[in-house]
């Protein structure tokens, strides 16, 4: 069975940093792709940034290029956020998402039609 747990949420001033982890079990890490999601009150879902099952190809949206980056560590199943330079507007709970990517998935990875989703972990920023 397909589980992901997220962790590494909290408070943070404005200008700060949060690392975010993703742990994978239950499944083959290396044949998904992995995506973070956030959801701000009162906001829909967005997808933030993913990154395919080889680690070759990340994406990003316009409003954390540059800040967040994505990785992957397939001996520790995890797939990390790095969030520097925060925002306010980047207060949401944060929720990791797995698809299989095996043999292809088009683009590498993709923030719709995900199989699993963890149960998120909340990030407040905030002075």
């Known amino acids: 069975q397909l589980q992901l747990v997220e962790s590494g949420g909290g408070l943070v001033q404005p200008g700060g940093s949060l690392r975010l982890s993703c742990a994978a079990s239950g499944f083959t890490f290396d044949d998904y792709a992995i995506s973070w999601f956030r959801q701000a009150p009162g906001k829909e879902r967005e997808g933030v940034s993913c990154i395919s099952r080889g680690g070759g190809r990340r994406n990003y949206i316009d409003s954390v290029k540059g800040r967040f980056t994505i990785s992957r560590d397939s001996a520790k199943n995890t797939v990390y956020l790095q969030m520097n330079s925060l925002l306010s507007e980047d207060t949401a709970v944060y929720y990791c998402?797995?698809?299989?990517?095996?043999?292809?998935?088009?683009?590498?990875?993709?923030?719709?039609?995900?199989?699993?989703w963890g149960k998120g972990t909340l990030v407040t920023v905030s002075a």
């Open positions: 998402a797995a698809v299989l990517a095996r043999p292809t998935l088009p683009g590498g990875c993709r923030y719709y039609g995900m199989e699993s």
